[in-house]
């Protein structure tokens, strides 16, 4: 188990047990069976890192309930620190019902009423030494959806400072954007605005930047982040690959072809391996192209924190994708 001196990254956020239906095609009132995962996107990404070698631990909470229990052994399974794992009293572990129908972009049903325990975080929460000294810290948008998590992640990051060493080197806004969370995309804009000046790497779609900085072209969107001082911008194109901009300049990284089986853990095993990536110094755009390859593996998979894909078959499917962009270069030759 890591301890502080140790820990590599640690997220912040969304917990809860995913139940995926064992038909495909069908309505939730149509399912027969369900399979129960580990799901939330910051736990996710603290399972896809753990899973390619990192030490990782998620600050969250969960109810008194089995569904709790289940989240601390499952986190322990997959190499995850659970210390930070806290408990909400008086609330149930948010369970999340999905339907893959779409595969590529399935209907969620959420069970957070009235509250989700990760939103309840306060700063008698924070482990506040790991949060300044962490190299890669986590955050989301929907951390900021509502008091008292607000409060509390904005405080995080203002302790925390924007980074400048390899002490506490990377702070990452995931967007994050979730419709049901918010009153409304202004509001949400509002909170996006105060987080962009307290990190140096935001991740996102095209739905997300919208809603964040007020457009959905990529390369506009990825110039406005970069004018907050943000480092590093990914902006998720779907089919269309990744945009990775710096102040020095824009690229696109090529898409990965895979049947879709459930979209949904592919963002976050997407954010896995961008964690991998940075902590090993990779340049931005090999970050991509692995997180890429992340994505596009899970997304051939039912569930989520189960299906984290390890470093070798990464590697796999890079080498893959090169060598077919290899053999059409040639073939236009």
């Not at 896809?48 to 990782?56: E, I, V, Y």
């Not at 605005?193 to 790497?201: A, P, R």
């Not at 899970?298 to 090169?322: F, Y």
């Given at each position: 188990?890591?301890?502080?001196?140790?820990?590599?990254?640690?997220?912040?956020?969304?917990?809860?047990?995913?139940?995926?239906?064992?038909?495909?095609?069908?309505?939730?009132?149509?399912?027969?069976?369900?399979?129960?995962?580990?799901?939330?996107?910051?736990?996710?990404?603290?399972?896809?890192?753990?899973?390619?070698?990192?030490?990782?631990?998620?600050?969250?909470?969960?109810?008194?309930?089995?569904?709790?229990?289940?989240?601390?052994?499952?986190?322990?399974?997959?190499?995850?620190?659970?210390?930070?794992?806290?408990?909400?009293?008086?609330?149930?572990?948010?369970?999340?019902?999905?339907?893959?129908?779409?595969?590529?972009?399935?209907?969620?049903?959420?069970?957070?009423?009235?509250?989700?325990?990760?939103?309840?975080?306060?700063?008698?929460?924070?482990?506040?030494s790991v949060v300044s000294d962490v190299p890669l810290l986590w955050v989301t948008g929907t951390g900021v959806s509502v008091e008292p998590a607000r409060s509390t992640q904005l405080e995080m990051l203002r302790r925390r400072g924007r980074p400048d060493s390899s002490r506490n080197r990377w702070t990452v806004l995931d967007l994050d954007w979730r419709a049901m969370f918010w009153p409304s995309p202004q509001e949400a804009r509002a909170e996006y605005?105060?987080?962009?000046?307290?990190?140096?790497?935001v991740v996102g779609n095209r739905a997300e930047v919208e809603v964040a900085v007020g457009t959905s072209d990529p390369e506009e969107a990825a110039r406005r982040l970069l004018s907050h001082g943000v480092e590093i911008a990914f902006v998720k194109k779907g089919a269309d690959g990744v945009l990775v901009a710096t102040q020095d300049g824009m690229t696109t990284v090529r898409p990965n072809l895979v049947r879709v089986v459930n979209g949904l853990g592919a963002g976050d095993a997407f954010g896995g391996a961008l964690a991998h990536g940075l902590l090993a110094g990779w340049d931005p755009a090999r970050i991509a192209a692995y997180a890429n390859?992340?994505?596009?593996?899970?997304?051939?998979?039912?569930?989520?924190?189960?299906?984290?894909?390890?470093?070798?078959?990464?590697?796999?499917?890079?080498?893959?994708?090169?060598?077919d962009l290899v053999s059409k270069a040639q073939e236009a030759g």
């Open positions: 188990m890591s301890t502080d001196t140790t820990l590599e990254i640690l997220t912040v956020g969304r917990v809860g047990v995913d139940l995926y239906p064992e038909q495909a095609g069908v309505s939730l009132a149509e399912v027969k069976t369900f399979a129960k995962s580990l799901g939330g996107t910051a736990t996710n990404v603290a399972v896809a890192a753990a899973r390619l070698g990192r030490r990782s631990a998620v600050l969250t909470k969960v109810g008194p309930d089995d569904f709790g229990s289940y989240v601390r052994t499952a986190l322990a399974g997959f190499g995850v620190d659970a210390s930070f794992v806290g408990t909400a009293e008086e609330l149930l572990t948010p369970v999340v019902f999905c339907s893959l129908d779409p595969p590529e972009d399935p209907p969620l049903l959420f069970y957070r009423l009235p509250v989700a325990p990760d939103l309840t975080l306060t700063p008698d929460d924070v482990p506040w605005e105060q987080l962009l000046g307290s990190v140096n790497v390859a992340a994505g596009a593996i899970v997304a051939a998979r039912l569930a989520c924190a189960d299906a984290m894909p390890t470093m070798d078959e990464l590697d796999e499917m890079v080498s893959r994708t090169q060598d």
